[in-house]
């Protein structure tokens, strides 16, 4: 049962466009919510993350936005850039622990020059 | 400050042996955790440790063990290879108990079962 859904398992845009991540959780006890990028040969690097008492949250050219209600949440990359073409992944916990994450399977963004 | 580091970074073995995979945290993270990464599953949790103890567990069987010595380098054990556990294995170190802290991963062990 995937409890953290990444629909798109691609996505390409261009630079300096908007990139929209999206991911979907069906366990309500998820509390805290986490987007990491992962290049190739690389380990997952932290990039930006949200607790459920906020619907936003931004760092610089990353933003991302939790609907809970929905029990949806997306990344927002802008502008995008080609250094951002990574695979994303979304990951979720509970109980306010970050030790067990739940993550989604991937979205490869490809951002072309 | 030194990142996480995994060793070995690639390892072939065949079906039924057992392999062991290590990895050393960030210097004062007493939290490692293990993930395993299948392009079929995505990343999947495997366990945790903090303070030498497991303290939270996934869905693998038996054959996946793991352990963490008392300078928080954690070693993660596999035995009686499938076929199915050719993967890139992920560990990763937070500081803390839990809560608020994110976790910083290795660059992984790539694991191929002949």
């Known amino acids: 049962d995937q409890q953290v859904k990444q629909n798109s398992p691609s996505l390409s845009v261009q630079e300096g466009r908007i990139s929209i991540l999206n991911c979907d959780y069906t366990?309500?006890?998820?509390?805290?919510f986490l987007w990491y990028k992962k290049y190739p040969a690389e380990g997952p690097t932290f990039l930006i993350s949200i607790s459920s008492i906020k619907d936003k949250n931004e760092d610089g050219r990353f933003t991302v936005f939790l609907n809970k209600s929905a029990k949806h949440l997306s990344l927002h990359i802008v502008p995008s850039q080609p250094g951002d073409s990574a695979v994303y992944f979304c990951a979720a916990s509970r109980g306010g622990s970050n030790y067990k994450l739940t993550f989604g399977k991937g979205t490869l963004l490809t951002v072309n020059p | 400050k030194a990142g996480v580091t995994q060793t070995p970074r690639y390892l072939i073995k065949t079906r039924g042996q057992q392999v062991t995979l290590s990895c050393s945290p960030i210097s004062g993270h007493r939290s490692v955790s293990w993930y395993q990464q299948t392009p079929g599953q995505g990343l999947q949790f495997l366990f945790e440790?903090?303070?030498?103890?497991?303290?939270n567990k996934g869905n693998f069987p038996g054959r996946f063990s793991g352990r963490q010595f008392s300078n928080s380098r954690s070693e993660m054990n596999v035995s009686t290879l499938e076929l199915g556990d050719s993967a890139l294995y992920l560990c990763?170190?937070?500081?803390?108990?839990?809560?608020?802290?994110?976790?910083?991963f290795g660059p992984g062990t790539r694991l191929l079962v002949l």
């Open positions: 440790y903090f303070s030498e103890t497991q303290r």
């Open positions: 990763a170190s937070s500081s803390q108990a839990g809560g608020g802290e994110t976790q910083y």
């Open positions: 366990n309500s006890m998820f509390d805290y």
